[in-house]
Nanobody, 115 residues
């Protein structure tokens, strides 16, 4: 059972930056597709960014050129660098790992963008 623990959320002003982290209980980057999703109040959970075992990245159009997904295999940690944050980025951000039919979610971390 893979465990994922997110951290790094908080309150930030529009235009500011945050870096989210997702610590995995084991080395999953060689096999899993790992990603970040978010869910705003009253909305469905949506994809933010993913990275494959081969390092291919994919981003939602709404975050392209502002967010960067990366990983550190030595630390079993996934990151999401978020720049130029907007109020519409406010949501709970979740880490996700998928391998075949196995999928795992973290508990989420709140990001609030407000002046």
């Amino acid at each position: 059972q893979v465990q994922l623990v997110e951290s790094g959320g908080g309150l930030v002003q529009p235009g500011g930056s945050l870096r989210l982290s997702c610590a995995a209980s084991e080395n999953i980057f060689r096999l899993y597709v790992i990603g970040w999703y978010r869910q705003a109040p009253g909305k469905q959970r949506e994809l933010v960014a993913t990275i494959t075992s081969g390092g291919t990245t994919n981003y939602a159009d709404s975050v392209k050129d502002r967010f960067t997904i990366s990983r550190d295999g030595a630390k079993n940690t996934l990151y999401l660098q978020m720049n130029s944050l907007k109020p519409e980025d406010t949501a709970v951000y979740y880490c996700n790992a998928v391998y075949g039919t196995n999928g795992y979610w973290g508990q989420g971390t709140q990001v609030t963008v407000s002046s």
